[in-house]
């Protein structure tokens, strides 16, 4: 059985974290947006999806690399694609005095490519943009 993953979206929430000992990791969600045509009321028309993706060994190197310009390769809201396998983990925490397990479902990557950057987010201080003498109406 093939277990394999590609899952396409937006980059949020970058950390890092320590595995064996002294080996570094990095986990970071993808989300999209669901579109919800049924919807009654307008914030209901969209809903965002977050799946867990985690990265070791040689795959950090690439996470972390710089561009040419000096860029994060991979960045928080860069269009992202991932493809790699699903693995589901239990964890076992106290709340209130009673063992609680769940489940946790991550992404184990491995490769990534970005296919966008972040947007620049705009200027509210700029000015505003002169119009030319041919966009007048008169």
């Known amino acids: 059985m093939t277990n394999t993953i590609v899952l396409e979206g937006y980059v949020s929430k970058i950390e890092n974290f320590r595995y064996n000992g002294d080996k570094v990791g990095i986990r970071f969600d993808i ?3 669901v579109y ?12 965002s999806e977050f799946f867990h ?7 950090v190197n690439r996470i ?14 860069s269009r992202t694609t991932v493809t790699g396998r699903l693995t589901v983990r239990k ?3 106290t709340v209130n005095g009673k063992a609680v397990t769940y489940e946790n479902v ?13 947007k620049a987010k ?9 119009a030319a003498s041919s966009d007048m109406p008169f």
Do not use: F, W
Request: net charge negative; hydrophobic share 35%; glycine share 8%.
């Open 31 to 33: 989300g999209h947006q």
């Open 64 to 77: 972390l690399a710089k561009r040419e310009d000096g860029s994060q390769y991979v960045e928080v809201g």
């Open 106 to 118: 991550a992404v184990i990557i491995n490769d990534i490519s970005v296919s966008a950057k972040p």
């Open 53 to 59: 993706c985690v990265a070791m060994g040689g795959m």
């Open 36 to 47: 919800h045509k049924n919807a009654e009321k307008p914030e209901e028309k969209y809903s």
């Open 122 to 130: 705009a200027n509210k201080e700029a000015a505003p943009a002169e």
């Open 91 to 93: 964890n076992t925490v």
